[in-house]
């Protein structure tokens, strides 16, 4: 937790905030003084003058401390909050720059949990550690010495109360903290089994498996439930315990007070005194136990947190990044292996192609060939195990990540839109895009028809996710959103599959007529043999090999692999 606060909290706000607390302390342990002050000599003796005199003092401390109080309240507040601030920013620009190997190992759920409950539960503690933390100590120790200097003989009553209040913060502590640290690991369950249920909701109910997915969310929530319960059935117990102690120790001092009245060896304002302090110091000790049992829980969340930040970034920009020769678009493949973190089997094997402007690549296999794969080490979202992927003439490991990113206009399996307009969607391939330019994405990715036929057009509002478009219209705002950027390489991942022949056809025959696409370099990973046979390479994957590459007619000719797509596809009725 310390670690986290490195760097995030000023130390002059704790500064201010241990100086608030301690005004407050010293406010709060002097009242009791002048409340024996006052009966001693004022209240006993009936005079009123002194009782006045005593009186504003008392006031001017309870408004000193209220105002120590609020002014501590405050910076601990705006400490804690400003805390959680940094940590879900740092968090979010660390997870941004994770390699898709890296999200998988923590899971997108867990790192929503990471950056929300668990964030909140450090801003907790520490809003506790810059009050309660500083607070206890300072009033416990005041306190002690004073009800000592009221008293001697009744500070004996602690013998007996402070061990009884140890055993019983302890059995709490030892039963609440294992309970605290879980609910972290079962906060992530709740949130995976919801958000799978979610996304995946056309999917439960088209398979009618509403009940099923009920059962499991029901048992994720049960266990945190149960969990939640018990931890706070313990919490429960402590306040109608303390309060116990507290009121057994009030009649002790007040029964053994009276006694030592009686004999004349305590005065009666002393008495009264060091009741409030006795109160104090277990509050204090109330306080320091509390502390206890919830910074484990922070310190659990504080080791997630570390764990997203300490995450080393496989994939950086080189430190000495080299200029790529954009005006000579190229990509190349060279002897390329592939393997999945933790994969037996590499997902590619001996890869090798290698591309020039103006030509377009075409990739085609079955399922789980490694299409997708191969397209995703060309904006380097993993790094290859053996041999290189080049672009514009540099090895991707070379370069600076951005640039080159900006040079490589993906367009993912998943069409993927952002809430806002059109325009804002279409802004996201080149900031400066103008609206003509944005129309002519579209007409060429065959999307102008419909966003044109909306009174809004550009203006029109995406939903969350593109929901508001059928997926063949999102794949096709995808497909513009990309064509928008002014990159070298184009890379489709399987996504003309989602089209109809028709519009298949027309968008590859624009992309062909298109005079900044036609000068660049494109990639088209399909699964209909219509889709990829123009293309001036075609690679036929099978099993992340390539067991075939050349021109429609070459492979046609010669390729086993292709013959047999053919074969089936002629079947379908989709002859090449
Ligand atoms: N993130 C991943 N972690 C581990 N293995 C993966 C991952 N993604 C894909 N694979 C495996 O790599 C192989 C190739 O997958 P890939 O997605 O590249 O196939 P594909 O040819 O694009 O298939 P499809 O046409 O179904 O999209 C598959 O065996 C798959 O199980």
Do not use: C
């Amino acid at each position: 937790m310390i670690k986290l606060a490195k760097g995030r909290v000023s130390l002059w706000a704790i500064l201010a905030a241990v100086g608030f607390m301690i005004v407050q302390v010293i406010s709060s342990l002097y009242l009791p003084n002048l409340t024996a002050d006052i009966v001693n000599n004022g209240v006993v003796t009936g005079d009123i003058d002194y009782i006045w005199k005593t009186g504003y003092k008392m006031i001017a401390f309870a408004i000193l401390s209220v105002v120590a109080s609020v002014a501590n309240v405050y910076v601990a507040s705006k400490v804690s909050q400003k805390l959680g601030q940094r940590i879900r920013s740092d968090v979010y620009r660390k997870v941004i720059n994770y390699s898709h190997d890296e999200m998988d190992q923590i899971g997108a759920s867990s790192l929503i949990t990471r950056t929300t409950n668990d964030v909140t539960q450090i801003q907790n503690v520490w809003v506790m550690i810059l009050r309660m933390m500083i607070m206890a100590p300072i009033m416990l120790v005041g306190a002690a010495f004073l009800a000592y200097q009221k008293s001697p003989a009744l500070t004996n009553i602690f013998l007996i109360v402070l061990p009884i209040m140890a055993v019983f913060m302890g059995v709490v502590m030892y039963f609440a903290v294992p309970l605290f640290r879980a609910m972290q690991k079962k906060t992530d369950n709740i949130n995976l089994v919801f958000r799978e249920g979610l996304t995946g909701v056309r999917v439960i109910r088209a398979f009618r498996q509403d009940q099923f997915e009920q059962d499991r969310f029901d048992g994720v929530n049960k266990d945190y439930t149960n969990n939640a319960v018990k931890v706070f059935s313990i919490m429960a117990l402590m306040f109608p315990v303390m309060t116990l102690i507290m009121s057994g120790t009030n009649i002790g001092i007040t029964w053994w007070g009276g006694h030592l009245i009686a004999q004349q060896s305590l005065e009666t304002g002393n008495m009264i005194a060091f009741l409030t302090y006795a109160m104090q110091i277990l509050m204090s000790f109330m306080m320091l136990s509390m502390i206890f049992v919830f910074i484990p829980r922070a310190q659990a969340s504080a080791v997630r947190i570390n764990e997203v930040l300490a995450q080393t970034t496989t994939l950086q920009s080189s430190a000495t990044p080299k200029e790529m020769a954009t005006d000579k678009p190229q990509l190349r493949f060279d002897h390329v292996k592939f393997r999945y973190a933790g994969a037996e089997e590499p997902a590619l094997t001996d890869i090798d192609f290698d591309m020039h402007a103006g030509q377009t690549l075409a990739i085609i296999g079955g399922t789980g060939a490694g299409k997708s794969t191969l397209v995703n080490l060309m904006p380097r979202f993993y790094d290859v195990e053996e041999g290189a992927v080049e672009v514009d003439g540099q090895n991707v490991k070379d370069l600076d990540l951005q640039e080159l990113h900006r040079q490589i206009a993906f367009v993912p399996q998943k069409a993927n839109l952002f809430t806002g307009t059109v325009r804002d969607n279409m802004k996201y391939g080149n900031e400066d895009a103008t609206d003509d330019e944005i129309w002519h994405a579209l007409e060429v990715a065959q999307a102008k028809d419909f966003i044109s036929e909306n009174p809004e057009g550009l203006d029109y509002h995406v939903e969350q996710g593109g929901g508001n478009f059928s997926g063949g219209q999102r794949q096709r705002l995808a497909i513009a959103r990309a064509l928008v950027k002014d990159a070298s390489v184009y890379v489709f991942d399987d996504d003309f599959s989602a089209l109809d022949f028709k519009t298949d056809a027309e968008l590859r025959q624009a992309l062909k007529e298109d005079a900044k696409i036609s000068s660049r370099i494109v990639v088209i990973v399909g699964q209909r043999v219509s889709t990829v046979a123009d293309a001036d390479t075609i690679l036929v994957l099978e099993d992340g090999k390539m067991v075939g590459r050349g021109t429609h007619a070459e492979l046609k000719a010669t390729n086993d692999t292709y013959q047999e797509i053919i074969k089936s596809q002629i079947r379908e009725g989709d002859e090449a």
